[in-house]
């Protein structure tokens, strides 16, 4: 099916006016809803997009002007909320983070793009994903500071060279990119994923924090640090430039030396 | 329907309703209701940091910390709540440390500390170090920790729950709070939350204005529920702007910028906030520095092709501050505008930012049914709470001590509430009917106005008419603009029919509360003809404390989307600070 603008427009009033400089986007979504489609399929349309434009505004202009039932999911629309991970082009990117001029060649008036809901979760819908597997994997690597003993009166003392230890996985905004980008969890999905460690990396290496072990332990297991094979699509997918594959081999190498 | 029961039920997971959950988990049985996944709130935005007197790099104490928030709020504070929130303010730091948060650390090892806009040493003579911070991601390491936090308690969340109504049983002393109705969105059922108390820590309602900083989610769903409700609102006309959004796109630059040394200039490069605040210049409180900014636009002062924006220089801070102390923003520049704060001063521009009104509560997050009582088992914290302790104008980092310390309160309250009663009030009759007759009207085939167009006007006319200057004329025509809109929302159409994940309907739901809210904003700016904080009226320049020294309180009268706005006043609460003119 395609549809267009054009198409569509008559009975609920005139579209937004096509700014100037607008180019022709083609817009290819991979579509899915359970209450009436029996299989996957691709949807295709044609909008006016600025160079400048995120590719959320895009599936804004669709979901608002063309077909109200296209389903993703979206909120702060600039990277921090992790909500809007999706499969661009190919690879996993959110679509507030993505600016159509970094797709278009120079000079070009009209490109491609698609977009499909990233892999290795279940689809509820279009775009919109069962985070709920994902989030368990978050949850089962004791994802918070585990202390033991009487708690200071004031903050915990903690030099600075020790806080910057594991400053790159405390930025992880839990938006599944680099997860759903490893191919040993598209097929493997009991693996705890790469996001999990990621928090993981975060604690063990916090000077502050005891349970090391424990989270080891977890790690060691058969779906745990093991399954990685170093493919680096991870690091390539977040959004928030966390050395991922990094964080899972220091993991690895704690694991191997008994030693954070 | 589904039926549940619980002690407490907390609508929202964002910084306050994770912080009222933690406590309230712990003492009673507890279900949180949040529209998004709880990592997904507004609280990971916010960037700057936040104040406590720790005194961890410099001389401060908690009582300059209440003068700031009092004078910031331009004397429209309840004194004894700012008060209870600098002290508490301490602790509030102290526990997110415990919690794990990885705060900024000073060459001791102690909780690091910058400046920020209106925090000041003294009763004003200086800019203080008091926001304690993590790089400029304040805001995610504290909605990631309460998070984490939550899950070490096995807090139980119900994700993707829209809360559509809560139920109010009458009783002989007046109103009592009794539950939630939330509509599924993975299933489009309507499920009936009984509970013995209710706390509301849903955020703010950016999405009443086209450059805002908020979140698309933002649409004040908890405010609309209440004021639906016949319940008040509480000073609705102060909307604040925040001085530094990416020009064009609101998205946030953190004022922790200027904290640091960065500086607004207009198109000359001239230093222009030494005009307008000679003492401490770039780090005056929010309200101030947006007008500034605005009248160099104005007066053709304004940078770029069309001089309608000022520029933030940071490239005297050099590329290792930046990446280290700043890295977000510097990044959202480079993706956004293609700007480099490295080498190239930034185009920004005020952006809606954060209500200063909202649901009126006490210092205990017990929810105001008028200016003396309350309504039982209903509270609520956070940017939909007005307790007042921001009175006019929030000054920067005080919201998300705000969360902390008011959401820590009414979850401790709504717990030891709800321990207080051996059984649950009867629910009132039918509590699903107003939602299943909402649902079904929005669904229902009556019109074909276009969500998105009535949207995109109402931001039109509020960011044209009722943003950082407003003036009789300009309101009246977003009253006149608002109320024209609210009648065409009756002729909706929502194309998506059917029940699973269903945004369209969403949004359309979403609208409704947007242009009541709008409409409430709108009326109060009208309705106060003075200039205090961030409410300035070209019309009448001058704060006016023999009139308007007073909070607002907004009822809606009558039933549906055209309903009347009956309004009323509640005195302000003063306890040592006498209001002084505000200079900077």
């Known amino acids: 099916m395609t549809a267009t603008a054009e198409t569509t427009a008559g009975s609920r009033g005139s579209l937004p006016p096509v700014p100037d400089g607008a180019v022709t986007v083609t817009v290819k979504i991979r579509r899915f809803n359970p209450e009436i489609d029996d299989e996957p399929r691709w949807d295709s349309f044609d909008i006016p997009a600025l160079p400048s434009d995120r590719v959320l505004n895009l599936l804004h202009h669709i979901k608002w002007y063309v077909d109200g039932t296209l389903t993703f999911r979206r909120s702060c629309a600039h990277g921090i909320c992790g909500s809007d991970a999706m499969r661009i082009n190919g690879v996993n990117r959110l679509a507030c983070k993505v600016l159509l001029k970094d797709l278009l060649e120079k000079g070009d008036k009209h490109t491609t793009i698609t977009i499909e809901p990233i892999k290795g979760l279940p689809v509820h819908k279009d775009l919109l994903v069962d985070m709920e597997p994902f989030f368990e994997a978050f949850r089962a690597v004791k994802p918070y500071l585990v202390t033991y003993g009487n708690e200071p009166t004031r903050e915990r003392i903690q030099s600075a060279a020790d806080r910057e230890r594991f400053d790159d996985t405390t930025k992880c905004i839990l938006c599944a990119c680099c997860t759903t980008s490893c191919p040993v969890y598209w097929t493997e999905g009991s693996y705890f994923g790469p996001a999990a460690i990621v928090n993981a990396h975060r604690f063990i290496f916090d000077s502050r924090d005891e349970g090391a072990e424990e989270r080891l332990d977890i790690l060691n297991d058969i779906d745990g640090v093991w399954r990685c094979r170093t493919t680096f699509n991870c690091t390539d997918a977040c959004p928030r430039g966390i050395q991922v594959t990094k964080a899972i081999q220091e993991v690895k190498r704690a694991l191997l030396f008994k030693r954070v | ?584």
Not at chain 2, 205 to 223: E, I
């Open chain 2, 1 to 584: 329907m589904q039926f549940h029961k619980y002690d407490v039920v907390i609508i929202g997971a964002g910084g306050a309703g994770m912080r009222a959950a933690i406590e309230s988990g712990q003492r009673a049985r507890t279900a949180v209701l949040t529209k998004l996944y709880p990592t997904r709130s507004h609280t990971g935005a916010a960037q700057g940091g936040m104040c406590a007197a720790l005194a961890n790099v410099e001389e401060d104490n908690w009582e300059w910390h209440t003068f700031d928030t009092i004078k910031g709020g331009d004397y429209l504070v309840d004194q004894d709540a700012a008060e209870i929130m600098a002290k508490e303010a301490i602790d509030a730091v102290l526990d997110l440390e415990k919690m794990g948060l990885p705060f900024n650390r000073t060459p001791e090892g102690k909780i690091d500390q910058r400046r920020f806009g209106g925090h000041t040493r003294n009763h004003g003579e200086a800019a203080v170090r008091r926001a304690c911070y993590a790089a400029d991601r304040t805001g995610h390491m504290i909605l990631q920790t309460l998070y984490q936090n939550c899950v070490k308690h096995g807090i139980e969340f119900f994700n993707e729950f829209y809360v559509l109504d809560i139920c109010l049983t009458e009783t002989e002393n007046g109103p009592v709070c009794t539950g939630a109705v939330a509509y599924e969105l993975a299933t489009g059922e309507i499920h009936v939350f009984q509970a013995k108390s209710v706390v509301f820590a849903t955020g703010g309602f950016g999405k009443v204005f086209k450059t805002t900083s908020n979140a698309h989610t933002l649409t004040g769903d908890g405010m609309g529920i209440v004021f639906r409700k016949g319940l008040p609102l509480e000073d609705m006309e102060f909307y604040q702007f925040h001085p530094t959004g990416l020009a064009g796109l609101g998205i946030l630059l953190t004022e922790g910028a200027r904290g640091e040394g960065a500086i607004l200039r207009n198109a000359s490069g001239e230093r222009f906030m030494e005009r307008y605040a000679p003492t401490i210049k770039d780090l005056a409180p929010r309200d101030i520095v947006a007008r500034s900014m605005a009248l160099e636009v104005l007066e053709g002062r304004g940078a770029g092709p069309n001089k309608d924006y000022v520029l933030l220089d940071c490239t005297h801070l050099g590329a290792e501050v930046l990446e280290t102390k700043l890295p977000d923003i510097t990044e959202f520049a480079r993706t956004y505008l293609a700007v480099d704060p490295v080498v190239e001063p930034v185009p920004v521009y005020p952006t809606a930012h954060y209500a200063m009104g909202g649901i009126p509560t006490n210092i205990h997050g017990e929810v105001l049914r008028d200016n003396d009582n309350v309504v039982p088992g209903l509270y609520a914290a956070g940017e939909c709470a007005c307790v007042s302790v921001h009175g006019a104008n929030r000054l920067g980092t005080n919201s998300l001590l705000d969360i902390n310390v008011f959401g820590r309160r009414a979850g401790i309250a709504a717990a030891e509430y709800a321990l207080s009663r051996d059984e649950h009030v009867e629910l009132p009759e039918n509590p699903a009917a107003s939602v299943e007759a909402q649902v079904a009207l929005a669904l229902s085939e009556h019109g074909q106005e276009r969500v998105a167009d009535i949207r995109t006007e109402l931001q039109a006319t509020m960011d044209a008419n009722a943003s950082v200057y407003r003036t009789e004329d300009t309101l009246k025509t977003a009253l006149h603009d608002v109320q024209a809109l609210k009648e065409r929302y009756a002729h909706i159409s929502v194309q998506d029919k059917g029940k699973r994940f269903n945004t369209d309907l969403l949004e359309a739901v979403e609208l409704g509360f947007l242009l009541e809210l709008a409409e409430v904003l709108v009326h109060g700016a009208l309705a106060r003809k003075e200039s205090r904080g961030g409410h300035a009226r070209e019309d009448y320049p001058n704060r006016d404390d023999t009139n308007f020294m007073r909070h607002s309180m907004f009822y809606k009268q009558g039933e549906g989307l055209a309903a009347d706005i009956r309004m009323d006043f509640k005195p302000v609460t003063f306890t040592r600070y006498k209001p002084m003119e505000r200079k900077y």
